[in-house]
């Protein structure tokens, strides 16, 4: 094996390797077998073949299927460079087209779609200056139209002009801003993005120069960029995306919504790493988040190496089970903590069942009787689940062999196991290593006794 350049970010991988693990770009290499050069190839060939139909796409300015097509090759390839170098050409060039669209429309007097391009376009680039001037004239404009007609209702009340403006419009006006501004003022308190721009539209049309006027306008430009900006963050489906959108409106109406959306992000994202590390971060950035408990318990699993405290119990229980038959010559209970075969027990090797109840009935007639009793402690157990392999598990542990001689005397024996078990709970190998023998006789436990009486 030895390292490579990747041809899309530059950094080392190795020649093994199928796609780069820093950008997920497809590495093409020589391989022994055909056939596996072959699917790089195809797969080469496939990504050429798309990003050129971005590119006709773009060119012929097909831009849903240009953004289409360029996010699927992104989502499945996020750190490339080319991709996102390629995305960012089809926003120039589609921002370019909106303006372009939106000032012949306003050329030809179609306001309404002028507006529509222009919001489009914001999408892309929410700070667009002329974009946002498109959106400032079409206002101007509904404003203009609005103040003509009251114009023209003022020169046909000729009758009576000086005792309307003086008594009858200024509290008339004055009533209506206050209305219009109340109701602005509504939606602003209960975060109702899309109907605090329809009031805020209508009150700087109708009182451009009232009490509240500036006010109004910063307000109306300070949401639409808010919603050009949500837009684009929502597109690009990031915990990052939503964490610089929180950033630049810490305040906004959508905020909420964008933390819960964070939440569910940082969740997925952490979960598809797979590694401790990311999931704590995760449990200690969103403590009262909805994915925290399904958070914790991925996070326990990983820590006993992919092994739940379910199955700790169960292939210790194997074990208990075992030494307790061995104890009590139970052959029903010796079988369930066995298979059809026992690769290898203690120095013998493919053990049936009928080999292992044997086995018991020679240790129980050797004991005379008194198997005495199995203590399993200090186990340690390694799970190992590779794809395309059974699941086994790797046991290490103490085990403790009691027995009381015909003296009275109480014998232990000390010794250091190892054994598999399989996914069906059955020990499938068992060593045993002698360590130590301990002999308590009767008479001194009665004496330690007596001296402590005394």
């Avoid at 992104?74 to 909106?98: A, D, G, W």
Wanted: charge should be negative; proline fraction near 2%.
């Amino acid at each position: 094996m030895s390292l490579i350049k990747c041809p899309e970010c530059g950094h080392d991988v190795s020649s093994e390797a199928t796609h780069c693990p820093h950008c997920g770009y497809p590495i093409a290499r020589k391989e022994e077998d055909g056939q596996k050069a072959e699917v790089n190839t195809e797969l080469q060939s496939e990504l050429n073949t798309r990003y050129t139909k971005v590119l006709k796409d773009l060119n012929a300015k097909r831009f849903k299927s240009a953004f289409a097509e360029i996010d699927a090759l992104i989502k499945e390839y996020p750190n490339s460079h080319t991709f996102t170098e390629l995305r960012e050409q089809v926003v120039r060039e589609f921002v370019k087209s909106c303006v372009e669209d939106s000032d012949i429309c306003l050329k030809d007097k179609n306001y309404k779609d002028a507006k529509a391009i222009a919001r489009l376009g914001l999408q892309h680039d929410p700070s667009n200056p002329y974009l946002l001037n498109v959106i400032n004239k079409v206002r101007k404009r509904k404003a203009r139209k609005r103040n003509f007609f009251l114009i023209l209702l003022l020169l046909l009340a000729a009758a009576g002009a000086y005792a309307y403006w003086t008594l009858k419009v200024p509290n008339y006006n004055s009533q209506k801003e206050e209305e219009a501004w109340n109701l602005v003022m509504k939606y602003r308190n209960n975060f109702d993005a899309d109907r605090l721009e329809d009031a805020l539209d209508d009150y700087i049309a109708d009182f451009s120069s009232g009490l509240h006027s500036a006010e109004a306008k910063s307000m109306y430009e300070n949401l639409i960029r808010e919603k050009a900006a949500w837009s684009a963050a929502v597109r690009q489906n990031k915990a990052q995306a939503m964490h610089d959108f929180m950033d630049m409106f810490s305040n906004g109406f959508y905020h909420k919504t964008a933390y819960t959306k964070l939440d569910s992000l940082s969740f997925y994202e952490a979960k598809n790493k797979n590694t401790k590390e990311a999931i704590d971060y995760y449990i200690d950035t969103f403590s009262d988040g909805k994915y925290v408990d399904e958070a914790m318990a991925i996070s326990e699993k990983l820590t006993n190496g992919n092994l739940t405290n379910q199955e700790r119990e169960n292939v210790k229980a194997v074990l208990d089970n075992h030494f307790q038959a061995l104890a009590d010559n139970d052959e029903g209970l010796l079988r369930s903590t066995i298979g059809d075969i026992v690769n290898s027990y203690l120095g013998k090797t493919d053990l049936t069942p009928e080999d292992m109840v044997d086995y018991m009935n020679n240790l129980y007639d050797e004991s005379g009787g008194d198997g005495g009793f199995y203590t399993v402690h200090n186990v340690d157990i390694k799970k190992f689940d590779d794809p395309g392999a059974p699941m086994i598990y790797n046991v290490q542990f103490n085990l403790t062999h009691t027995v009381v001689s015909m003296e009275g005397d109480e014998i232990r024996k000390d010794y250091a196991g190892t054994a598999t078990v399989d996914e069906k709970k059955h020990i499938l190998s068992l060593i045993l290593k002698y360590k130590d023998t301990t002999r308590s006789s009767a008479s001194d436990d009665v004496q330690s006794q007596g001296e402590t009486t005394d």
